[in-house]
């Protein structure tokens, strides 16, 4: 008690998300880690959204462009420019190249200026940044449910910054109305909360969907009336990988004639579209001048080292590997997620249809004992440890109905794919039901449930979690 009263609230508080049960699953996984011939009856990783579907292409990229690297023979010659003190707004050719990769990821139809790029340490990083921008302390942002668990210790852990979830439904398929943003709007008030902006994620993390075109005029149209901001997380831009094509908020305002903004801001990564979250490449893009000048001061916190913007530049000047990494990128993803999609029907388990994302939006509202979140937890409890895969509760994303989970799916190869089927199969099968029945499956593993916060990228499904899971987070 004494030690802890030396350290700091912001140190000791209980937003960090370290006690959860994303986290929970996570050291079933460390305790127990799957391997094909070595632990072949191990804990599945499938609470980790990340892509490694395309590294082949990366790797022969690396190998056949070694002056991209200053520790290779062929480009030592830029050590000493390269290892000199960086410039906040980081090195020219990085945020050109930058600003060339984002607009081509979203068709080319839309522009970025590199000089309103800032860099920050991840996905992780820039929210932070762009709260620390716009918020005070007791400010609040708004949030379509379901939503990232991680927002609450991104956006709030060290800023003091509010969420206020819009709660959204399978109903209207979870769209985002006017209604629901009114009646969150409204009740913030009324409870003297000052609403600073909305924050989506397009593609929607957990759903795996985009948003149209309407939908997002709606929403500029929304945060244009009431003076507030719009920041959109757009980590998941490269990963669509069926109709309908991604709208970027970028691309909607474009064509707005009355719109203020300086009111938008998009938070983007290589996380998700390259497979690079230990890279720790976060960029904030916003179209309001103050906000790019204060936030080039503040990244001096998270800068991108320079050897990674070194290289990145290198290989987002290469047009033709780009243009070639997005599309097998997207082809790959889609393969995968027809591969699983399958394997989930041949058990009659339904899914939110999805055209983007890592994961899906999977629905067991059927095998609960009951429709409340603590038969939901149940059941998760018994997924870990009886089913050994780690897969994540959808109350976790702040959903407001029982039964749904988010499954990852690009986080591993196609031999691993085929065993979580299989253990799916065996689980929800009829036959198993039938000769097992569902009572059977007891959870034994005592799990703590006191926050609902997680971070996607700790750690690889293939290396050891740290003792404390927030060492590694992004």
Same mark, same amino acid.
């Given at each position: ?175 985002? @109305? $006017?209604?629901?943003? !009114? ?12 609403? /600073? =902006? %909305? ?123 780009? @243009? $070639?990494?997005?599309? !097998? ?12 999609? /399958? =394997? %989930? ?130």
């Amino acid at each position: 008690m004494v030690s802890q009263q030396l350290l700091s609230k912001i140190a000791t508080n209980d937003k960090h998300g370290e006690n959860s049960p994303y986290f929970d699953g996570w050291k079933a996984y460390d305790r127990n880690p799957f391997h094909p011939t070595k632990n072949p009856q191990g804990v599945i990783q499938m609470g980790l959204a990340e892509n490694q579907l395309c590294f082949d292409l990366i790797e022969e990229w690396i190998r056949n462009n070694p002056r991209a690297s200053i520790c290779t023979p062929e480009g030592v010659h830029q050590f000493r420019n390269i290892a000199n003190f960086q410039d906040y707004h980081g090195l020219r050719e990085f945020t050109n190249e930058m600003a060339n990769f984002m607009s081509k990821v979203r068709g080319g139809r839309v522009k970025f200026d590199p000089d309103r790029i800032l860099m920050s340490g991840g996905a992780t990083g820039a929210n932070e940044l762009i709260m620390f921008c716009l918020a005070d302390p007791g400010d609040a942002f708004m949030i379509p449910t379901p939503f990232y668990p991680g927002f609450v210790r991104d956006l709030c852990w060290r800023t003091g910054v509010q969420i206020i979830p819009v709660h959204c439904d399978s109903s209207n398929n979870f769209k985002i @109305t $006017r209604e629901a943003l !009114e009646v969150a709007y409204k009740k913030a008030k009324e409870d003297n909360i000052n609403v /600073k =902006g %909305l924050i989506i994620t397009n593609p929607s993390n957990p759903l795996g969907t985009t948003l149209d075109k309407d939908t997002l005029k709606s929403l500029v149209n929304f945060i244009n009336e009431k003076n507030i901001h719009l920041v959109c997380d757009e980590i998941y831009a490269a990963t669509v990988f069926s109709s309908p094509s991604y709208v970027s908020v970028a691309e909607v305002i474009q064509e707005m004639e009355h719109c203020k903004r300086d009111l938008i801001h998009v938070i983007y990564s290589l996380s998700k579209d390259m497979g690079f979250p230990g890279f720790r490449v976060g960029i904030v893009y916003s179209f309001n001048d103050e906000v790019v000048n204060c936030g080039r001061k503040m990244s001096s916190f998270g800068l991108v080292s320079t050897q990674t913007q070194h290289m990145l530049a290198s290989m987002f000047s290469d047009e033709k590997f780009v @243009t $070639r990494f997005l599309s !097998e990128n997207s082809r790959r993803l889609e393969q995968r997620h027809e591969k699983f999609m /399958k =394997g %989930l029907e041949e058990v009659n388990i339904t899914r939110f249809p999805s055209n983007a994302g890592l994961f899906c939006w999977m629905n067991l509202k059927s095998l609960l004992e009951e429709p409340s979140f603590e038969a939901e937890l149940k059941l998760w409890r018994v997924i870990i440890h009886e089913v050994k895969l780690n897969v994540s509760p959808g109350s976790s994303f702040n959903c407001s109905e029982p039964g749904w989970f988010r499954v990852c799916f690009a986080n591993m190869d196609d031999e691993t794919v085929d065993v979580a089927l299989n253990r799916i199969r065996a689980f929800v099968g009829k036959e198993t039901k039938k000769s097992v029945g569902f009572k059977r499956w007891q959870p034994n593993l005592r799990l703590s449930f006191s926050s609902r916060i997680f971070d996607e990228s700790v750690m690889s499904p293939h290396s050891p979690i740290p003792t404390s899971p927030l060492v590694g987070a992004n």
